[in-house]
């Protein structure tokens, strides 16, 4: 439980994911970039997002939840 001040009766989460194959030419620090750059176009695009490609955030809200 969150002590006081409470903001909200829920907590949100967005998240950027990235994969990608590592050879000589990529590694851990271009993963860790495309994940963070995702992260951030999730959260551009409001509350409980996944954004899994360089175009595109999906909505994870359920029918029924909390807005």
């Not at 997002?49 to 029918?63: G, H, K, L, N």
């Amino acid at each position: 439980p969150h002590e006081q001040p409470r903001v909200a009766d829920h907590l949100t989460a967005s998240f950027g994911v990235a994969t990608m194959r590592c050879d000589d030419t990529t590694g851990p620090r271009q993963l860790i970039k495309m994940a963070d750059d995702r992260l951030y176009r999730a959260k551009e695009h409001g509350r409980n997002q996944i954004c899994d490609s360089d175009t595109a955030a999906t909505d994870t809200e359920q029918p029924g939840s909390p807005a």
